[in-house]
């Protein structure tokens, strides 16, 4: 049963820490997103990459965060230095190539920076 | 630039009722897709619409796609316990059918056994 598979789960950082998440996207797919949900901003895209290459990283505060995918099947987004208000769920989601494809999403990495 | 917009943000529902949350772009979609997330999960695919007025129904479930690819619907007829979370349309941003995928704020349902 393919999926996306996201780590860590859960992360409890201090402020200022650097915070690493990755991605294993589902073998085959070549799109890569990566999402932030809050209650506030609901899912807001971070991220983008098509055949490995950033595509669109607009939506990432780029003082800050970082995208990489050093092959395909590893994403990576990074926190550094963390802040409180990066607290939120972080998804990773992968897309078959072709087009009307349906984007299968991890379970996500619930980040608190305390 | 593209926005995807969802109303209501929440409905409160008893079980049996019916249940409908809309969904308008600022411009004109492609496709849209629908997802789910169960409380605590992850959005789960639904449904895509691509064709204009097209009507997909799954179940006690039925997708609507606008005349003019703007707007889109989801309708739940008889909700149950098990339809609770919180659903969103999903467009991608552009005219290619292939962009990053753009999401609204979501509906999120609870239903009153």
């Known amino acids: 049963d393919a999926r996306v598979t996201q780590t860590p789960r859960h992360k409890v950082t201090e402020m200022g820490q650097e915070v690493t998440m990755r991605c294993q996207p589902i073998?085959?797919?070549?799109?890569v997103f990566w999402y932030r949900q809050t209650m506030m901003q609901g899912l807001e895209l971070l991220a983008y990459?098509?055949?490995?290459?950033?595509?669109?990283d607009s939506g990432m505060p780029k003082d800050r965060f970082s995208a990489e995918m050093p092959d395909a099947t590893l994403a990576t987004l990074k926190i550094q230095p963390s802040e409180p208000r990066d607290s939120a769920v972080y998804f990773c989601?992968?897309?078959?190539?072709?087009?009307?494809?349906?984007?299968?999403f991890g379970q996500g990495t619930r980040l608190t920076v305390v | 630039g593209q926005q995807v917009m969802q109303i209501p943000q929440y409905q409160h529902v008893q079980e049996g009722e019916d249940f409908t949350t809309y969904c308008n772009s600022s411009?004109?979609?492609?496709?849209i897709q629908w997802y789910k997330q169960r409380p605590g999960g992850h959005p789960v695919f639904l449904i895509q619409?691509?064709?204009?007025?097209e009507v997909k129904k799954q179940k006690r479930l039925t997708f609507q796609f606008g005349e003019a690819k703007k707007n889109s619907s989801l309708h739940i007829t008889a909700t149950q316990t098990t339809d609770v979370g919180t659903y969103f349309c999903?467009?991608?941003?552009?005219?290619?059918?292939?962009?990053?995928?753009?999401f609204g704020q979501g509906t999120t349902l609870q239903v009153k056994p």
């Open positions: 999903a467009g991608p941003r552009g005219s290619s059918n292939t962009g990053k995928l753009i």
């Open positions: 619409l691509v064709k204009s007025g």
């Open positions: 989601a992968s897309q078959p190539s072709g087009a009307y494809t349906e984007a299968f």
């Open positions: 073998l085959g797919h070549n799109t």
């Open positions: 411009t004109t979609l492609s496709n």
């Open positions: 990459f098509r055949n490995r290459a950033p595509l669109d």
